[in-house]
């Protein structure tokens, strides 16, 4: 039996689409579809394009990319929001990349450090300011060992050269300083955002030869890449890694230094988690320095064992033996208790979910490893690679969104009644009003990790502790029928 009906999910898709003005429906249109595995190899919606005005889209923009997902959490580093004090305010320490470190001293990811743009910034421009808040930062945090300059929406508009700056004071100061382009006006959602941070990372840390602190190689040096370790996610994948025999000389971004972005570029392999964010950086990683890459998952125990022999493959007998003998001896029964444990509570519930660029589909078998379907996914920035990507998790037909705005997520909880909905802060709390269960999947709710072995069990008791809350049970007051 299908998840969703396939022709009553299109008719409801007909139906949502009715309600807008004709150019709107006519671009709507092309970004949902209803999806069925094996009919066709491509996923067939529209995808990375701007959003329609007005509609309350669900996505952010190129900033948000690059200072919030990429270079806010490598932590040794000052990162500097150049503009006025908004975004760097709302952006401040919301995303949860773990790090360790002592905040202020040698670790800088939970502040915000702005030029706190005035008008007479605008006018005059911002360059002088932004050299002696260089300065400033270099007095202040002496055991920095770098800076990136986020550049927010008027940077691009007046002409700033912020490129000139950050070569005079990098020589000054004798650290990288970054300029980052990544103007909110810039591209249609976060995307750009990562690509124009992958960009930097490209220009100014490896074409600059900033120093590894890998000196000696060795054969199974790895870097874990793209994992922003949301709730010490990364740090849980890194164990997989180490107890499979590898020596992971680099994390990227999450919990990261300098040192261990330089150190990328002498591993043997990247693994890239986050396809969507830092793919560009692994293509150019592997054309200029020859390390190769390649994807994998580790949420939920289906993907995890799949993902370790695929990344053990690229290695010798002896990886791939205690790779086996991992699998087999220790995290096949542990990852089994926690199946026995929580399937019976789950099994036969159905989820919508609608998150950013990786996890509408990598987090798919994690559901499933506990029989709950997808009833609906969707990204609000994918690109067609991610679509058709997505297209390997799907055995059921499913409904496919893109750039869903808030609109069409309340026509569509209230129509497919889901057990659960996995999505964002802004979706939340008008979700769990309707009277049906939210989990978040960008902040885990301030929970996690999610990855890796400790992350399934942690996972799989917030989706029970949801699903089947006491609370749903009193949506309605006794006296009402
Ligand atoms: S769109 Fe511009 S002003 Fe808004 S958060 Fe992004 S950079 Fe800041």
């Known amino acids: 039996m299908s998840v969703v009906d396939k022709e009553q999910s299109q008719a409801l898709i007909e139906e949502i689409l009715q309600e807008y003005p004709e150019k709107a429906l006519k671009s709507r249109k092309k970004h949902m579809t209803v999806v069925e595995p ?14 329609i005005p007005g509609v309350m889209t669900i996505r952010g923009c190129a900033y948000a990319g690059s200072k919030g997902v990429v270079w806010g959490p ?42 706190d743009f ?21 007095e202040m945090f002496p055991l920095s060992r770098g800076i990136s300059i986020q550049s927010e929406c008027p940077i691009g508009l007046i002409g700033d050269d912020i490129e000139a700056v950050s070569r005079k004071k990098a020589e000054e100061i004798g650290k990288p300083v970054v300029p980052v382009r990544c103007e909110g006006f810039r591209g ?57 025999g590898l020596n992971v000389i680099s994390q990227s971004t999450g919990d990261s230094t300098v040192a261990e972005l330089a150190n990328t570029a002498k591993a043997k392999l990247v693994l890239l988690h986050c396809y969507r964010s830092m793919n560009y950086i692994a293509r150019y990683l592997e054309e200029k320095h020859s390390v190769p890459w390649t994807e994998f998952n580790f949420f939920g125990p289906t993907q ?61 078998p994690c559901f499933k490893d506990l029989g709950v379907e997808v009833m609906l996914t969707g990204y609000e920035f994918g690109h067609g690679d991610d679509y058709q990507r997505t297209m390997e998790y799907l055995d059921d037909t499913t409904i496919v969104v893109d750039d869903m705005s808030e609109f069409e997520m309340e026509k569509f909880l209230s129509k497919l009644k889901p057990d659960l909905f996995g999505s964002g802060v802004k979706e939340k709390y008008q979700c769990q009003k309707a009277g049906v ?45």
Not at 197 to 225: C, F, H
């Open 38 to 51: 094996g009919a066709d190899e491509k996923c067939g919606v529209s995808s990375n394009r701007k959003s």
């Open 74 to 115: 490598v932590k040794d580093m000052l990162t500097i929001s150049h503009g006025p004090v908004g975004c760097g305010q709302y952006s401040w320490a919301t995303r949860r990349n773990y790090y360790t470190g002592i905040t202020g001293v040698d670790s800088f990811g939970a502040m915000q450090i702005t030029s």
């Open 118 to 138: 005035q008008e007479r910034d605008i006018v005059f421009g911002g360059d002088k300011k932004l050299e002696k808040l260089v300065d400033e930062l270099e």
């Open 188 to 244: 249609v959602s976060q995307s750009l955002g990562h690509h124009i941070a992958n960009d930097a990372l490209r220009d100014w840390i490896y074409e600059k030869d900033v120093s590894a602190s890998v000196q000696e190689a060795g054969p199974y040096d790895v870097a874990l890449m793209a994992d922003y370790n949301i709730g010490g996610d990364a740090w849980s994948s890194r164990r997989i890694l180490e107890e499979m």
């Open 304 to 364: 995890i064992f799949k993902s370790m022999r695929k990344i053990a493959s690229y290695f010798d007998e002896s990886i791939q033996k205690r790779t086996e003998e991992l699998i087999e001896n220790k995290y096949k029964p542990l990852l089994q208790s926690v199946v026995d444990k929580y399937k019976s509570r789950l099994e036969g519930k159905k989820v919508m979910l609608y998150v950013g660029g990786l996890r509408p589909r990598h987090t798919i």
């Open 437 to 481: 269960p939210f989990r978040q999947m960008h902040s885990w709710d301030y929970s996690g990790p999610y990855h890796g072995i400790e992350g399934f069990a942690i996972f799989a008791r917030d989706m029970d502790m949801a699903i089947n809350g006491q609370v749903w049970k009193h949506i309605k007051a006794p006296w009402k029928s």
